[in-house]
């Protein structure tokens, strides 16, 4: 059965739809549309699923930790109240109140709203089928071979050569949605990767098994 392997993008969301080695690149214009793609066995998002009300996340903690000098790109999530607000100003006093002083970055701020969409389709009870994953994960620590930045040309030739082996990329990249940018595509695509090591129960997970306020997994997988 297929499993689908998404990334934001721009306001909208780049999947990987995997079936065996052929994937194909979905361009979906929000979570709903997501969630919406038929007879899928897992989805696996790079995006925040599971948000704690007062401090960090131990999966973030130790997402940094295991990706060492590419740990930047584990942005830490906002805690829960902080979706209350579209302010930024406003989003850093929440921050500061909810975790006795932690201000909340520009660049988790730019999380919010993917954030507050996905958990809002995302709905009641937990969808077991919808996983937290991060994609420097799947590709340092699982796919391997990946140690320069993505934007950089070597790192493009990386992930490339990562993912030959597991899917037909190369023919997904030619096929993709119109201006679908590589960087995001290719993340689309480990996210797949990692979706289809979920389904098969191979899947890798860092956290520290609590839940969060609507009784989501606190965790990222690869």
């Known amino acids: 059965m297929p499993v689908l392997g998404v990334d934001g993008w ?4 780049v999947g990987a739809l995997l079936d065996g080695r052929t994937v194909t690149l979905l361009a979906l214009p929000d979570a709903a ?32 930790k295991l ?6 790109s584990v942005f830490p999530a906002p805690v829960r109240p902080v979706l209350a607000t579209d302010d930024y100003a406003e989003a850093r006093r929440i921050s500061v109140a909810a975790t006795c002083g932690t201000s909340l970055s520009a660049q988790a701020f730019q999380l919010v709203k993917p954030i507050r969409a996905l958990d809002g389709a995302l709905g009641d009870p937990p969808r077991c089928d919808v996983v937290e994953v991060h994609p420097e994960l799947a590709f340092r620590r699982g796919l391997g071979g990946v140690t320069d930045p993505k934007n950089s040309a070597r790192g493009l030739a990386q992930r490339l050569a990562a993912l030959r082996p597991v899917m037909d990329v190369d023919a997904a990249l030619l096929a993709a949605p119109p201006r679908v940018p590589a960087v995001d595509a290719l993340d689309a695509c480990a996210a797949a990767w990692s979706a289809r090591r979920l389904a098969d129960g191979t899947a890798e997970c860092v956290g520290d098994g609590s839940l969060d306020a609507r009784a989501r997994p606190m965790r990222i997988c690869w």
Do not use: F, H, T, Y
């Not at 721009?10 to 969301?13: E, I, N, Q, V």
């Not at 990706?67 to 930047?72: D, H, I, V, W």
């Open 10 to 13: 721009r306001g909208a969301w």
């Open 33 to 64: 549309a997501v969630l919406a793609v038929p007879d899928v066995e897992v989805v696996a998002i790079d995006m925040p699923i599971g948000l704690s009300d007062d401090g960090a996340r131990a999966c973030d903690v130790q997402a940094k």
């Open 67 to 72: 990706l060492g000098s590419a740990g930047s």
